[in-house]
């Protein structure tokens, strides 16, 4: 979840010790003169400043905020080390407190367990010269040396910001995994087994986590957990760990193995991937050496990194001359990735490929919670997985090779190419055929519609036209908070749609399909949508405007919206928000923004459409 998503979601209170943590740094660095025009716009009064603007402030001090929270992860002691280490994984920068207690347990076992048979193995083994026994233990007598150098001067004995930097380098160098890591320094620095409340306040009290009291859930920003990556040696998200280890050979994974002391034989290839995804071992070293047999030339290794590519279907141009170079270019393009494979599919796009994997009955919510960690009593929709930045392509990762090739064969598309990208490919044609057809789903014309190629039931044509109401919005890039949606929403009052705005502003909007002639339920639906507007002023927004979207409306609806006193009202008819989508897409720089759906009365689309 985005840093403002996440501002959005919490109380003046609950993001206080974030929004005192930003103040120190802007005070800190006045002469940053992009820092001090900001800090001017809101005069000075940080504690006051809305979402946006806290989160703009965010974007000039975070190179400062990244040199923070590393100098702050190293002196908070081991088990905020381990909770850091939970909470920067994939699935679980939104987590209930239980969750992770539980979580926590489950790691510390596992960390307790390793730590004891390494170190026996270390104590009892007679090892060669620079073999992995031998690495383990010049990096357990470096960490050792790093943690007890303060009680040299009579000081709490701990491992420094700068002693931590140079471990991090010594272990990558040496080929360690971040597990194998973590169980070397719990033989040295003890982490407590219970009693994770006083660590989850140190970070609260940092900054680096947010704590929504009301539903005792942990937030991590989007933008953190990359910071948290860079603590960690992270170079990329677990989950494209994943991705490259799916597609290596049986042997590659072997080999990796093989390297690193874990046993292969009788393991099949889920396992095999499982373990070194779960190792924490540096993916660069993984292709630079592990994959690769000892005698492999420079060129044979850049030859199987640029198949690599190859058979993970990326658009990569440019992949570079050198070894080096290859492995940069395919970490940076999956690096930066992510916004990008959101918008492979709609929301309701995406929401149909859960919904298609559910039904071929392929477990896909088991893997979801198994591979990512969340917690059953968690809903699994698209809007919580994009909040949890999990995409559409990631879903289809949790699948083996054979196992998608028959997906894509069960759903009767081409044989050839890559089977992720059909699949990935059909959806989203689907979804532009409703987008296509929405004048025929506001009007809830089912032969139409059935003509016209859609499977559809009359009774989910409601539900449809919202989806997809909410998808267009989203294609006209207006942030459809769904998140907010699900807060604001009660079992009595649910709003369609909640679009956020600058300065914790919203425009409600409200979607209406209807059958034959022109919409005319005003009173009901005015009672509906001010229950609404009531819903959003309690929880801190401003509502700047309602939006009713119908097919057409009748003269006395328009007349009784426009001399409504209580709320600021805008109708626009469905056709005439195709038609802006429409002109959106033709123009190369669209010049579109939500205050034009402001202006209150029937919206005239075919001025917006040439505004845009």
Request: charged share 30%; with cysteine.
């Amino acid at each position: 979840m985005k840093l403002n998503q996440v501002l959005n979601h919490t109380n003046q209170v609950e993001r206080s010790k974030f929004v005192n943590c930003i103040d120190k740094l802007c005070q800190d660095n006045k002469d940053d003169s992009e820092l001090a025009k900001q800090l001017e716009k809101i005069d000075g009064q940080l504690k006051a400043a809305s979402g946006n603007e806290i989160n703009e402030l965010f974007s000039l001090v975070k190179k400062h905020f990244r040199k923070y929270v590393i100098e702050q992860v190293s002196i908070g002691g081991p088990q905020s080390s381990l909770l850091v280490n939970i909470l920067a994984r994939d699935g679980n920068c939104i987590a209930t407190i239980p969750w992770i207690e539980h979580l926590y347990a489950k790691e510390y076992s596992k960390i307790d367990k390793l730590s004891n048979s390494l170190i026996e193995e270390i104590e009892s083994t007679e090892f060669s010269d620079f073999d992995r026994l031998n690495r383990l233990d010049i990096y357990r007598d470096c960490m050792r040396t790093a943690f007890n150098n303060d009680l040299k001067l009579n000081r709490t004995a701990k491992i420094s910001e700068d002693e931590r930097s140079v471990l991090n380098v010594l272990a990558q160098r040496l080929g360690l995994s971040r597990e194998e890591i973590n169980a070397i320094e719990h033989s040295i620095d003890h982490i407590p087994e219970l009693g994770i409340d006083s660590a989850l306040e140190y970070l609260r009290e940092n900054g680096i986590i947010m704590i929504n009291r009301r539903r005792s859930e942990v937030m991590v920003a989007d933008e953190i957990v990359e910071i948290l990556h860079d603590v960690l040696g992270k170079e990329i998200h677990d989950k494209y760990v994943l991705r490259i280890l799916r597609s290596l050979s049986d042997a590659e994974l072997s080999s990796v193995l093989k390297n690193h002391g874990y046993k292969i034989r009788g393991i099949n290839r889920q396992e095999k991937i499982a373990t070194i995804a779960h190792s924490g071992l540096s993916i660069r070293n993984i292709l630079i050496n592990d994959i690769h047999a000892d005698n492999a030339t420079q060129n044979q290794r850049k030859e199987r990194i640029k198949q690599l590519m190859e058979d993970m279907d990326l658009d990569i141009e440019r992949i570079g001359s050198r070894l080096q170079d290859r492995i940069d270019v395919l970490i940076d393009y999956l690096k930066y990735s992510e916004e990008n494979e959101f918008n492979l599919l709609s929301v309701s796009g995406y929401k149909e490929l859960l919904d298609s994997l559910s039904r071929a009955d392929l477990n896909v919510e088991d893997r979801i919670r198994a591979d990512f960690e969340i917690e059953n009593k968690e809903t699994l929709d698209p809007e919580r997985l994009k909040s949890l930045g999990i995409t559409p392509l990631d879903i289809l990762y949790l699948y083996s090779n054979d196992e998608i090739r028959t997906i894509r064969n069960d759903m009767g598309l081409p044989r050839r190419g890559n089977p992720r990208s059909q699949i990935i490919d059909s959806f989203a044609s689907a979804n532009d055929r409703l987008i296509e057809n929405y004048h025929l789903l506001a009007t809830r014309d089912i032969q139409a519609l059935h003509d016209a190629g859609i499977d559809i039931k009359e009774a989910d044509i409601g539900i449809k036209f919202e989806e997809i109401t909410r998808s267009i919005l989203e294609q006209l890039d207006m942030n459809v908070d769904e998140d907010l949606r699900k807060d604001i929403n009660t079992a009595k009052d649910k709003a369609d749609i909640i679009i956020s705005l600058d300065n914790d502003d919203v425009i409600i909007g409200e979607a209406k399909s209807f059958k034959n002639g022109q919409f005319s339920k005003y009173s009901t639906t005015s009672r509906q949508v001010k229950a609404y507007v009531k819903r959003c002023e309690t929880n801190g927004h401003r509502v700047a405007q309602v939006l009713i979207i119908a097919p057409a409306f009748s003269k006395d609806f328009i007349d009784a919206a426009d001399m409504d006193t209580e709320i600021n009202i805008s109708l626009l008819e469905a056709s005439g928000l195709q038609k802006i989508l429409a002109a959106y897409k033709q123009r190369k720089n669209p010049n579109f923004s939500p205050k034009l759906l402001t202006k209150g009365g029937l919206l005239k689309a075919e001025l917006i459409s040439k505004s845009i």
